[in-house]
T-cell receptor, first 116, second 111 residues
Framework: DAGVIQSPRHEVTEMGQEVTLRCKPISGHNSLFWYRQTMMRGLELLIYFNNNVPIDDSGMPEDRFSAKMPNASFSTLKIQPSEPRDSAVYFC??????????????FGAGTRLSVL | QKEVEQDPGPLSVPEGAIVSLNCTYSNSAFQYFMWYRQYSRKGPELLMYTYSSGNKEDGRFTAQVDKSSKYISLFIRDSQPSDSATYLCAMRVRGNEKLTFGTGTRLTIIP
């Protein structure tokens, strides 16, 4: 399997622009997670889905952030409007449906976002 | 106060040394404890996980959990330059898929 696929790998945009990050989870995995990583705050969970349904979005910073999972093989994280403080590496991860495997999240390579 | 505290380092040790990495936590409901390794410009990958207190060994790596002290450790024996990475501890509550991560410790093994 190709693993979790994220696009784009790098995104540079100007403040106020809309940014859309994309994620394709590993086939057969039923949970999908969006994280943000910064030097100051480390790796923070933004939102996670189970069977395409959002379960916990308490980490989403504010209304400028939204996430969707229209089907089992695709998810998006959108920031509108973007601000310089959104600059970070955004990771997508997925995990399989077995109970024991819930400790194992498979991460994509991340999207490095710079908002100027 | 963060739920999970981890010394960010950086930590530099000579090749062959024993490395000790640690995390403390405040949420007594955490029951699953994980260590992830993250190479530069890559996503984290799971090294090992443990359930509740005790030790677990996997090759050169040993994970230790002390729930009474809310303290977990990862030991690396015979450290290699390829072990140079950031190590993140993570924890979760039983029945909840959410992982809470430490900020990570950046480790460098000097040849």
């Amino acid at each position: 399997d190709a693993g979790v696929i994220q696009s784009p790998r790098h995104e540079v945009t100007e403040m106020g622009q809309e940014v859309t990050l994309r994620c394709k989870p590993i086939s057969g995995h039923n949970s999908l997670f969006w994280y943000r990583q910064t030097m100051m705050r480390g790796l923070e969970l933004l939102i996670y889905f189970n069977n395409n349904v959002p379960i916990d979005d308490s980490g989403m910073p504010e209304d400028r952030f939204s996430a969707k999972m229209p089907n089992a093989s695709f998810s998006t994280l959108k920031i509108q409007p973007s601000e310089p403080r959104d600059s970070a590496v955004y990771f997508c991860a997925s995990s399989p449906p077995t109970r024991r495997a819930k400790n194992i999240q498979y991460f994509g390579a991340g999207t490095r976002l710079s908002v100027l | 106060q963060k739920e999970v505290e981890q010394d960010p380092g950086p930590l530099s040790v000579p090749e062959g040394a024993i490395v000790s990495l640690n995390c403390t936590y405040s949420n007594s409901a955490f029951q699953y404890f994980m260590w992830y390794r993250q190479y530069s410009r890559k996503g984290p990958e799971l090294l090992m996980y443990t359930y509740s207190s005790g030790n677990k060994e996997d090759g050169r790596f040993t994970a230790q959990v002390d729930k009474s002290s809310k303290y977990i450790s990862l030991f690396i024996r015979d450290s290699q330059p390829s072990d140079s990475a950031t190590y993140l501890c993570a924890m979760r509550v039983r029945g909840n898929e959410k992982l809470t991560f430490g900020t990570g410790t950046r480790l460098t093994i000097i040849p």
